[in-house]
């Protein structure tokens, strides 16, 4: 698993149920034909992030062999944050503010 090239969109939608899921959908770009297995990886913390937003990491399967030396866009993944409780996210009095999708070469953030 690599990060692709870039993000060009992020979508968040906090789903109706009780409580609610979040649904983080981003769509991006790769430097080259052949990727596959596209997903976010959720970042780990130790302690909550100072700004409250929850980071990814957009990966995919790079190409295992020769592979067409192009931008191919629209490459989807998603993410899906099951019984968010946004206003005690982090912990007690500790929301989560948004998401950031990160890329190698850009990043995207998004709030709730």
């Known amino acids: 698993m690599a990060e692709v090239y870039s993000i060009e969109k992020l979508d968040l939608v906090l789903e109706k149920s009780l409580p609610p899921n979040l649904i983080v959908t981003a769509v991006g770009t790769v430097n080259s034909g052949g990727w596959s297995n596209f997903s976010l990886s959720q970042v780990e913390y ?19 062999g020769i592979a067409t030396q192009a931008l191919e866009s629209n490459k989807q993944a998603f993410a899906r944050i099951e019984r968010v409780d946004q206003a005690n996210y982090w912990g007690p009095g500790l ?13 995207m953030e998004a709030t709730l």
């Open 95 to 107: 929301p989560i503010k948004g998401v950031r999708v990160t890329t190698s070469s850009n990043k």
């Open 46 to 64: 130790l302690t909550p992030p100072k700004d409250g937003v929850q980071e990814y990491a957009f990966i995919g399967d790079p190409p295992s």
